[in-house]
């Protein structure tokens, strides 16, 4: 674990019948989880946690951390890099079609609709 990482332990996360603790790391710095519903802060905890559908189809994974989960040092939050960087995931992508992919992964992802994760998180130094 780097110094710059910490972990959080995400108590009851998963459906009810799979409730269980678990582990992920954040960088120290990112803030903290908002309340299911608030603004989206950046936190990273859902998509450390498990990949949105949009990531399940292009990284073939559905637990986290995302592939595309990005730290941003000047903004000290995280970003969906499938938001801000789809051509960087998306190779084949033209970059003309950028746009068009963004507004399409912000709908899939429901950016700005607010925070729905539902995980309890404590911090362990």
Known sequence: MGHDNHPINLAGHGSLRNVKDQIIHLHRAAPAKPAEGQAC??????????TCPAARLRFLQKTGPCPALEWSATETRYHCGLLSRPNHYLGWLPIASENIARRLFTRWIAAGKGCDCSA??????
Not at 43 to 48: I, K, L
């Open 41 to 50: 802060n950046g936190c990273g905890v859902c998509c450390a946690l498990e």
């Open 120 to 125: 309890g998180t404590t911090t362990q130094d």
